[in-house]
């Protein structure tokens, strides 16, 4: 399926986003580096479905109902085999928060190699139309508001401006006796999501609102690990 038939295909069904599974489809789409993934239906579905993934794995819920899948008991990372992977789901599943849930399956993914996480972002301004954001991912986003904006479209001078802006930057040349992590795969995932030709201006009529919570930068790479898009409402509908 295309974009744009995954986007109206979650339109008519009613979503207000799109799933984890798609909105890394989309990722992909733009050149954004996403784990290996399978999407498979129960416990007992798993074993069959995770053949062709490198161990070890995370197992996520995937519902329209759950936005915070940790904090639902819907993230387990680290997992060594199949029989681990349905463990796991069989054990969510029992989840009070997704029990009541609807649930649309289970993603099974590959573990993108250690590294710093940080989030990249996006919204549609009604005054400026897109913009761009990236932060360092957990207490600097959440506590401390330590990020950097931008209208789009981004050149690479301005995703470098930005990660120079961050309180946080001087722990992306490995402060505390860490691994740089690579700032060239930071701003190629910034150019991807805020450039000329990156998915803000590219679906400007779909996303309302975009968000890599986090993206994983190794020495080498950076995975996009979460991804949620937002959908505009649409008058014409
Ligand atoms: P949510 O934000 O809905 O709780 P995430 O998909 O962000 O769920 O997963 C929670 C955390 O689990 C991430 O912040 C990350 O630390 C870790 N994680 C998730 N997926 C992966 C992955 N593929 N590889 C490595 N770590 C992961
Ligand atoms: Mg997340």
Redesign the pocket.
């Known amino acids: 399926m295309t974009i744009q038939e995954t986007i109206s295909q979650a339109r008519k069904s009613g979503r207000k986003a799109l799933d ?1 599974s798609n909105g890394k489809q989309l990722l992909a789409e733009f050149g954004v580096t996403v ?1 290996q993934s399978i999407v498979t239906k129960d416990a007992a579905t798993a074993a069959g479905d995770v053949s062709n993934l490198k161990f070890p794995v ?1 197992v ?1 819920v995937m519902s329209a109902d759950i ?5 639902a008991g ?2 387990k ?1 680290g997992l060594q085999n199949a029989d681990e992977v349905s463990q796991a789901i069989a054990e969510m599943a029992k989840q009070p928060e997704i029990k009541k849930a609807d649930v649309d399956g289970y993603l099974v ?4 190699p250690p590294g710093q ?1 940080l989030v990249v972002g996006g919204l549609k301004d009604p005054q400026f139309g897109p913009l761009v954001m990236v932060g360092l ?1 957990g207490i600097f986003v959440e506590v401390l508001k330590d990020v950097a904006f931008r209208i789009c479209p981004i050149e690479e001078i301005d995703a470098r401006e930005m990660l120079a802006e961050l309180k946080g930057a001087p722990l992306l040349k490995g402060a505390r006796g860490q691994k740089p992590v690579s700032e060239d795969a930071i701003i190629d995932v910034l150019m991807k999501v805020g450039g000329d030709n990156g998915l803000l201006m590219q679906l400007e009529d779909d996303i309302a609102e975009a968000d890599i ?2 993206l ?1 930068v190794s020495d080498n790479g950076a ?1 996009a ?2 991804a949620r898009f937002i959908l505009t409402k649409q008058s014409n509908s």
């Open positions: 984890e784990p995370v996520k936005l915070h899948k940790s904090d819907g993230v990372v993914e590959e573990m993108a996480e991912g919570n986090p994983i995975v690990v979460d």
